[in-house]
Each structure stands twice: as C-alpha cells, then as structure tokens.
C-alpha cells in the first residue's frame, strides 16, 4: 500500500511539472523578443576619443585603437539580443572595410535593429573607397541603414581634428557626438511606415 501511495505522489509530480514546463515553454514560444532601449556605438580610436562625449548622450561605447572593421560583425553578433534599437558603427579608419563585412553587420544586428554607419576621415589612401562601400551598403537598406557623413563634417572644421588630421580634439570630440546624436535624433523622428 505504501508503494502504490510512493508511486502515485510520483506520478502527479511528473504530471505537474511536465504541465508547468509546457506552460512555460508554451509563454516563451509566443513571446516577442523586446529590444532594449538606449544606444551602442562600436569604434576604433576615433570614437575612442570622444567616448566621454557620446556617454555624456547615452551611449554604451565600446571603442578600441586599432580596431579594423573586419572585426565588426563579431562585436555585434556577439552583443546579440542585448543591442538597443540605435546601433552606431563608425570602423574604416585602420583598413579596408569590404562590402560583405558591411553586409554581415546588417545582418548581425537583425532586421528590427538601425545602423548607423559613420564615414571615415583620415589621411590614407583606402579612405574614399570605405566611403563609397559604406554608401553603398546604407543604400542596399535604406529603411535600416543611415550614413552619418563625419569625414564631411570633419573636413570643415580643422579644429575638431589633431595634426594627424584623424583624431578629435576636445571640441572636436563634443562635435562628433553632437553629429552622431543628431543623425539619430533626425531617424527617430521620422515616423515607421505601416505596410
């Protein structure tokens, strides 16, 4: 009798935690992933320097020297479903920055995600066709990608820039998060379009 009892208790706790994991897997099936509000920027030594800036607007920053856009689409796909909706990527400064790295960045930070990507000032030769590909990839998603056009900016106002005619002075500094914040600011005023 004490074993039929044992064997009974068990049951209805299988019964009751199989029903309690269909119910939770059930919830967690048809829940939508929320995307987290805020701001991140991934850079090179250019954003490295106006990191205390772009935080100052509320950003999460992660800029490292040297950093190469390759690297890119790893960084983001890495942050994964922790990456807000606004995601700036300002990566070119250092090399090349091939089409399909764009590509790949697109496609890591999912299609309910906004990229920004920020144009590359600097003194190399590789400069103009970052540019380009950078335009290039903004226009193969125009609902998902903007060009903010820092080397435009930067080109107009020589004291936002050092000698090397790359990295920001203190008011420069100020000034790219300024034109970053407002690149944003423009996008997120402009209504969603419903299909």
Not at 35 to 56: E, N, T, W
């Amino acid at each position: 009798m004490a074993a039929r009892r044992t064997t009974a208790i068990r049951c209805a706790l299988i019964a009751v935690m199989a029903s309690l994991i269909a119910i939770g897997g059930a919830s967690g099936a048809t829940a939508e992933t929320k995307i987290p509000d805020g701001r991140f920027a991934l850079g090179d030594s250019v954003m490295l320097g106006a990191k205390y800036s772009l935080k100052a607007r509320g950003f999460a920053v992660d800029a490292q020297q040297s950093r190469q856009a390759y690297s890119g689409p790893a960084e983001l796909r890495r942050r994964g479903g922790s990456l807000p909706q606004n995601v700036v990527v300002h990566l070119g400064t250092n090399g090349t920055f091939p089409l399909s790295t764009c590509r790949s960045m697109v496609k890591a930070i999912g299609p309910k995600r906004h990229l920004f990507l920020v144009t590359v000032h600097v003194p190399r030769s590789w400069t103009k066709g970052n540019n380009k590909v950078i335009r290039k990839c903004a226009a193969e998603n125009p609902a998902q990608v903007t060009v903010i056009d820092w080397d435009w900016a930067a080109s107009r106002h020589s004291s936002w820039l050092y000698s090397d005619k790359t990295h920001l002075t203190p008011a420069g500094s100020k000034a790219y998060a300024r034109v970053i914040d407002q690149a944003i600011a423009r996008v997120d005023a402009v209504p969603a379009s419903t299909p």
